[in-house]
């Protein structure tokens, strides 16, 4: 199974500043994407990094407000840009191999 | 649509005791079918799957069978210890997008 790395694990931000997290996969992937998971709750997917072109967004997700990077197959950067206090949450970052989905230790955002 | 419903937590149970969590689906076509545990401070781990009906898929003294007639997918084990504690999250595949659909998790304590 893919091992997926999260750099940083945790941070504290102020409003109007914006954070890059990277995730960084031990093999080749063609799939990998990005989720949210506000405090309590379950998993939300923000968007599909596709390698060579734009993220595919799903719905209530904008590329102004979460810009996305997949330079190569093994890794990815999201942006949380302007941020706020809402935007507080964890950010995952997995990696698909064939039907399977490994996710990385995520990245606890919080937003004061 | 596609969605996932989960039974409601929190669970406690004690130590040795039998364990059903409850998860059933919506889902156009013939998702795969996962269950996720997160330990506490930690990311997403996969525990199990099953890709078609009535396979039944197994890790850790857990079980879980794709009830297609039923659309359901629940966890069980036989007997839990207390590193079992976690918050355990159902989710489905839409073939193709290779999207992950999860349930709102259900926390388990277990106690000594």
Known sequence: SAVISQKPSRDICQRGTSLTIQCQVDSQVTMMFWYRQQPGQSLTLIATANQGSEATYESGFVIDKFPISRPNLTFSTLTVSNMSPEDSSIYLCSAAEGPEQYFGPGTRLTVT | ?112
């Not at chain 2, 879980?64 to 999250?89: M, N, P």
């Open chain 2, 1 to 112: 649509g596609n969605s996932v419903t989960q039974m409601e937590g929190p669970v406690t149970l004690s130590e040795e005791a039998f364990l059903t969590i409850n998860c059933t689906y919506t889902a156009t076509g013939y998702p795969s079918l996962f269950w996720y545990v997160q330990y506490p401070g930690e990311g997403l781990q996969l525990l199990l799957k099953a890709t078609k009906a009535d396979d039944k898929g197994s890790n850790k003294g857990f079980e879980a069978t794709y009830r297609k007639e039923t659309t359901s997918f629940h966890l069980e084990k036989g007997s839990v210890q207390v590193s079992d504690s976690a918050v355990y999250f159902c989710a489905l595949l839409i073939q193709g997008a290779q999207k992950l659909v999860f349930g709102q998790g259900t926390r388990l304590t277990i106690n000594p």
